[in-house]
């Protein structure tokens, strides 16, 4: 039998709700923010004029989390449907972009190199989920990263954070500054060329596709201005020099599985397809010596594509690729590009409308 006194049922009056909340605001006086804090929000709350709780401006160093508290932590990227915004459609891709750490590569010619990447991860997300917790995708990545990264290490990357995230398909992609040795043309000297490469895991559908992308920088003369330059010369003694400009191509290709394709034999393939590559160490003798270089090799954005093209198809190591082509013009105030695709992998018909002007490689 429950038994209620009088006294504890009794509803308090508002002289002495007021009497009450004196004596609390009297405490609150000469308490510490984090006592105040201490309190339940709701009566802390009553210790302000104007109904906005005072809240502790002291960081708390010595609280901790035990589990019980992390488990009641509100996780609002994590919620059900029915906080999802706007139209409740599957996305393909969302996740992180630009999150940097050192990673490990190994090279072909110097064994290993430890250089800054900037990591793009990605996951699709289902119709009925609001969102994803993005630092899974950081964790994930972490737990390898001081590992050797090749595209075997990138898997176990993916593997991790499709578990994680429970998405069907997935894609990292990691960007850096490969740095290469290169010897001047006559003199001698050497200095370090820089590639901007990128190296592309892609799972879709249960199949995964490695793809390396790298940005090569060359010069381009033009075959029309050179001929016209040396008709001026040979029909009326006048001085013409042909126009010739950096040029950037980013080579994209397919690894076939199983395959070894190293970052320098991307590299020399585009060497062997266009041999004018921008020089880093240059003496009198090497700026003419790269004059006689172009001159032997002049080419049309159209022909670097072919050539490119060409040393692609045959590596069997190769599945499709695609080249991108920019002639950043000294002639006109526009560039001169090309698309070559091979395979459906990079078949396209729409282009990100600002997709050659990635391509412009500055000091």
């Avoid at 309190?39 to 004029?49: E, F, G, K, T, Y």
């Avoid at 994590?78 to 599957?90: F, K, Q, V």
């Avoid at 590569?105 to 430890?114: A, C, I, K, Q, S």
């Avoid at 289902?126 to 950081?138: L, P, Q, V």
Wanted: net charge negative; proline share 4%.
């Amino acid at each position: 039998m429950n038994m209620h006194t009088p006294e504890i049922d009794r509803k308090p009056s508002q002289e002495e709700a007021e009497a009450a909340l004196a004596l609390l605001r009297q405490w609150a006086g000469k308490a510490q923010d984090s006592e105040i804090a201490a309190l339940d929000p709701a009566v802390a709350r009553l210790l302000s004029a104007d109904g906005y709780p005072l809240l502790s401006r002291d960081y708390p160093h010595g609280f901790s989390v035990d589990a019980a508290y992390k488990a009641g932590l509100p996780d609002l990227q994590n919620g059900p449907s029915s906080l999802i915004r706007g139209e409740n459609r599957a996305i393909q891709h969302v996740g992180i972009s630009n999150f940097r750490l050192p990673v490990r590569y190994r090279t072909r010619d110097n064994g290993d190199l430890t250089l800054e990447t900037s990591v793009t991860g990605t996951v699709s997300l289902e119709a009925d989920k609001k969102g994803i917790n993005m630092s899974r995708i950081m964790r994930s990545f972490y737990a390898h990263a001081d590992k050797t990264f090749s595209f075997g290490v990138i898997e176990a990357a993916l593997d991790d954070y499709k578990s994680d995230l429970g998405s069907f398909d997935a894609r990292i992609a990691m960007r850096f500054s490969f740095p290469v040795k290169v010897d001047s043309l006559r003199s001698g000297l050497s200095g370090y060329q820089y590639y901007d490469i990128a190296l592309e895991l892609v799972e879709t559908d249960g199949v995964r596709r490695k793809i390396l992308h790298l940005d090569f920088v060359y010069s381009s003369t033009c075959p029309c201005s050179l001929e016209l330059s040396e008709h001026a010369r040979r029909t009326r003694g006048q001085l013409a020099t042909p126009h010739s400009q950096r040029s950037v191509a980013r080579v994209s290709v397919e690894v076939k599985d199983g395959a070894c394709l190293w970052f320098e034999d991307v590299i020399d393939m585009c060497r062997r397809a266009v041999p004018t590559e921008t020089q880093v160490m240059v003496k009198r003798e090497d700026e003419q010596a790269f004059a006689e270089l172009n001159a032997a090799n002049p080419i049309f954005v159209e022909d670097a594509a072919r050539l490119f093209a060409e040393q692609l198809t045959n590596d069997p190591r190769v599945g499709d690729f695609r080249v991108l082509a920019s002639h950043q013009e000294s002639l006109h105030s526009h560039d001169a590009v090309s698309v070559l695709t091979e395979g459906p992998t990079f078949a396209n018909d729409s282009l990100d409308p600002r997709l050659f002007a990635s391509l412009f490689h500055v000091g």
